[in-house]
């Protein structure tokens, strides 16, 4: 029997990146994980892209040193563009999508060409934190920066790019640029000469799961890779996640709960309905031809629990997993809080950055443990008003396949298909992502006929909780007072200038 051949999902975030290796069988193997510093202040969100590169160089070195990868699928965090001289160096640090420049140049855009006509050719509604009215910040902003550019590139093909020397980059990717023509699939003429920018500056757009080519000789050597590894296009994080998770029919949706949360449903063509793009859901090409995702998201999924972790959990200090300690905790029965989970302002379907987090029905009886399941039930009230507005555009989820770090709590799991009254099934893969990217690698290069042959052997369900038709009424009860909330309080932050 021939050895297995091992494949690489590398996924680059906002704070760091990790290559995770699986067996063409789906079995996990290695996992190596690097942090970079990410730098927010005076107005300025940004991360070094040479940092970025220095890091994916680091993990792909020491893992490919270890092992003989054959391929390596890789997907990134979206929006965020690098700027290349002639020489590919990065002429300044990268604008993260939180970074509050580009909100003139977004007007302007739409006053050339109308909010409603930029919505159609790229299937999002025109924003500040798209790559497109970044890019005209730096042009307008930084003119003798910008007479040396010679190339723009999102995080995946500016790393592909150094390391193949294949300027090429996914639909779904070049998609949050907000100058994607998403019917085409190719940059649009319209947007980019209103904008005042050449599409030759930009990376050639390909389908996800394209090949690059193999990384550079002379590199591979620097890095003591063993063998020769061919890198993958991929596609933006998201999409590797609904992948990895097996959503690969319409009408299914992964949610995936890291410090964000986002649930990507996939659906057979572009929705007609004007109201999804109006409530801020972006669609996005997914890796059938002919097939599109949206994104309905929270700012702040797991970073809720996180932050209750850092201040308020001071009795469970010490514990090996605070996280399941406080799972144990809590009260069985819905909580009655109404929280607000606007901690980091509001996503979907409000795009309201100046919204704030809000804490409704406090009493002197009031647990800690009451207000850290009522975050849960919180950031699920959001998500569940996102799937809502998402119905009412024809969009509708039977059943949610939930990953990342909230897929580990049964306790959430059950708060979710309670609140939403649908199936919740947790997936196996901890690394859904990198999971999804070898699925993408593995395809593209033979290892699979196609995407239903890889998801045979790497998605892996772990558990489903279905409703509890008591709670569910229950907390139907709360989720109706829940969806005025936002407007009640919003108002109250304005006039407090909080």
Request: glycine share 10%; proline share 4%.
């Given at each position: 029997?021939?050895?297995?051949k091992l494949?690489?999902g590398?996924d680059?975030g906002?704070t760091?990146?990790?290559l995770?290796?699986y067996r063409?069988d789906?079995?996990?193997?290695?996992n190596?994980?690097i942090?970079?510093?990410v730098?927010?202040?005076?107005?300025?969100?940004e991360?070094?892209a040479?940092m970025?590169?220095?890091?994916?160089?680091?993990v792909?070195g020491?893992v490919?040193s270890q092992y003989?990868?054959s391929?390596?699928?890789?997907t990134?965090f979206?929006?965020t563009f690098v700027?290349?001289?002639?020489?590919?160096?990065?002429?300044?640090?990268?604008?993260l999508?939180?970074?509050?420049?580009?909100l003139e140049?977004?007007?302007m855009?739409c006053?050339?060409?109308?909010?409603?006509?930029?919505t159609e050719i790229s299937?999002a509604?025109p924003?500040?934190?798209?790559s497109?009215?970044?890019?005209?910040w730096?042009?307008?902003?930084m003119?003798e920066v910008w007479?040396k550019?010679a190339r723009i590139?999102?995080?995946?093909?500016?790393?592909?790019?150094?390391?193949t020397g294949?300027?090429?980059?996914?639909?779904?990717?070049?998609?949050?640029?907000?100058?994607?023509?998403?019917r085409?699939?190719?940059w649009?003429k319209?947007?980019?000469d209103a904008a005042?920018?050449d599409?030759?500056l930009?990376?050639k757009?390909?389908?996800s799961?394209?090949?690059a080519?193999s990384i550079?000789?002379?590199?591979?050597?620097?890095?003591g890779?063993?063998?020769e590894v061919?890198?993958v296009?991929?596609?933006h994080?998201?999409?590797a996640s609904a992948?990895?998770?097996?959503?690969?029919t319409s009408?299914e949706?992964?949610d995936?709960?890291?410090?964000?949360?986002c649930?990507?449903p996939?659906?057979d063509s572009i929705?007609?309905?004007?109201?999804?793009?109006?409530d801020n859901?972006a669609?996005?090409p997914?890796?059938f031809?002919?097939?599109y995702?949206?994104y309905?998201?929270?700012f702040t999924?797991g970073?809720t629990?996180k932050w209750?972790?850092?201040?308020f959990?001071?009795?469970?200090e010490g514990?090996?997993?605070?996280?399941?300690?406080?799972?144990?905790?809590?009260?069985?029965?819905?909580?009655?809080?109404?929280i607000l989970p606007?901690?980091?302002?509001?996503?979907?379907?409000?795009?309201?950055?100046g919204?704030r987090?809000?804490i409704?029905?406090l009493t002197?009886?009031?647990t800690?443990?009451?207000i850290?399941?009522?975050l849960?039930?919180?950031?699920?009230y959001?998500?569940?008003?996102?799937l809502?507005r998402?119905a009412?555009a024809?969009?509708?989820?039977?059943q949610l396949y939930?990953?990342?770090?909230?897929a580990?709590?049964?306790v959430?799991?059950q708060?979710?298909?309670?609140?939403t009254?649908r199936?919740?099934?947790?997936?196996?893969?901890k690394?859904v992502?990198?999971?999804?990217?070898?699925?993408?690698?593995?395809?593209a290069?033979g290892?699979y006929?196609?995407?239903h042959?890889?998801?045979k052997?790497?998605?892996?369900?772990?558990?489903?909780?279905?409703?509890?038709?008591?709670?569910?009424?229950?907390?139907?009860r709360?989720?109706?007072a829940?969806r005025?909330?936002y407007?009640?309080v919003?108002p109250?932050?304005?006039?407090?200038?909080?």
């Open positions: 029997m021939s050895e297995k494949l690489g590398l680059i906002t760091g990146c990790k995770s290796v063409e789906g079995e996990f193997v290695y190596k994980y942090e970079y510093e730098s927010r202040h005076g107005g300025a969100h991360v070094d040479e970025i590169f220095a890091a994916v160089c680091e792909i020491e490919c003989e990868v391929a390596i699928g890789v990134s979206g929006e700027a290349l001289d002639k020489d590919d160096n990065a002429l300044l640090h990268a604008m999508y939180t970074d509050p420049r580009g140049e977004c007007r855009l006053d050339m060409l109308g909010e409603e006509r930029i299937g509604k924003h500040a934190m798209y497109i009215a970044k890019i005209m730096l042009k307008n902003n003119p007479a550019v590139t999102l995080v995946v093909d500016y790393v592909i790019y150094r390391l294949t300027a090429q980059i996914d639909y779904s990717l070049a998609a949050r640029t907000g100058a994607l023509d998403i085409n699939k190719c649009s319209e947007i980019f005042g920018v599409t030759a930009m990376s757009p390909v389908p799961g394209t090949t080519g550079k000789p002379a590199l591979a050597e620097k890095l890779i063993l063998g061919k890198m296009t991929v596609s994080d998201q999409v992948v990895g998770a097996g959503i690969l009408g949706a992964v995936g709960t890291g410090t964000v949360e649930i990507t996939m659906f929705p007609e309905n004007k109201d999804l793009y109006k859901y669609v996005v997914y890796v031809d002919g097939t995702v949206c309905a998201f929270s999924g970073a629990l209750f972790r850092d201040n959990a001071g009795k469970f514990a090996e997993n605070i996280y399941a300690e406080l799972d144990k905790a809590i009260p069985a029965d819905p909580t009655g809080l109404l606007h901690f980091a302002g509001a996503a979907t379907p409000y795009m309201d950055n919204s987090a809000a409704l029905g002197l009886e009031t800690a443990e009451d850290y399941k009522a849960m039930e919180g950031v699920t959001e998500i569940m008003l996102n809502e998402l009412a024809g969009i509708v989820p039977e939930a990953t990342g770090g909230g580990r709590s049964d959430w799991l708060i979710k298909a309670d609140i009254n199936p919740v099934t947790a997936m196996c893969a690394e992502g990198a999971a999804g990217s070898c699925m993408l690698a593995g395809t290069t290892l006929a196609d995407l042959e890889a998801a052997v790497f998605v892996k369900e772990r558990i489903t909780y279905k409703p509890d038709p008591e709670k569910a009424a229950q907390y139907t709360y989720y109706n829940y005025s909330l407007n009640a919003r109250i932050v304005e006039e407090a200038g909080l």
